[in-house]
């Protein structure tokens, strides 16, 4: 089965039950859907696979992707989309190296999303009026959103064959247009 937005939430409902995570999955997702887009493919498909890409974080945290694969594919996920979810901890947790514009979108935008979550809970306005000159100089920040691992990121960036501010700018996008959702919104005036 090929994944779908719809399909990944109804896989992850048992699986992923804290509201960060929820948030992280929504975050991932929106950025794939934009990165989808950019690249001309089906953005619902790739949103499945972001929403899916931590299916074991909360249950494995310590062991985040060594069930994952098995867990899957028995839910009779395809197996283009488990390689997909497999690759972005490449390096870190996983040898599965992003090879698709899919997988390798996947293994930057996963920590990169974190750092433009952490820089639009600081605007008034939120991740709404964000421009990419903000998050470029966050990102130069090391100490700033310092659990995001920047080298990844760019890692990431260079197997796409994009530059970070373009990159950062699609997913921003990405992720504007379902500011409330993933409360990144409009903060509201006491």
């Not at 009779?76 to 979810?85: C, L, S, Y």
């Not at 979108?105 to 996963?110: G, I």
């Not at 080298?151 to 409330?180: F, N, P, T, Y």
């Amino acid at each position: 089965m090929k994944l779908t937005l719809e399909k990944a939430k109804e896989l992850n409902k048992e699986a992923v039950k804290e509201d960060h995570l929820i948030i992280h999955s929504l975050n991932v997702s929106y950025a794939m859907g934009a990165m989808a887009e950019h690249f001309g493919a089906d953005a619902d498909h790739w949103m499945g696979v972001g929403y899916l890409h931590d299916f074991d974080y909360e249950k494995y945290p310590e062991e985040h992707l060594q069930h994952t694969q098995d867990e899957l594919l028995a839910l009779g996920v395809d197996e283009e989309d488990v390689r997909a979810v497999m690759s972005h901890g490449y390096g870190i947790c996983t040898d599965v190296k992003p090879e698709s514009d899919m997988e390798k979108s996947l293994f930057t935008v996963d920590e990169l999303t974190g750092i433009i979550q952490a820089c639009a809970r600081m605007r008034p306005n939120g991740i709404t009026d964000m421009k990419v000159k903000s998050f470029m100089k966050k990102f130069k920040d090391k100490k700033f959103a310092a659990g995001c691992n920047r080298d990844v990121i760019l890692q990431g960036c260079e197997m796409l064959g994009m530059e970070l501010s373009e990159v950062a700018g699609i997913c921003i996008e990405g992720m504007k247009a379902h500011a409330d959702e993933i409360g990144l919104g409009v903060k509201p005036q006491d």
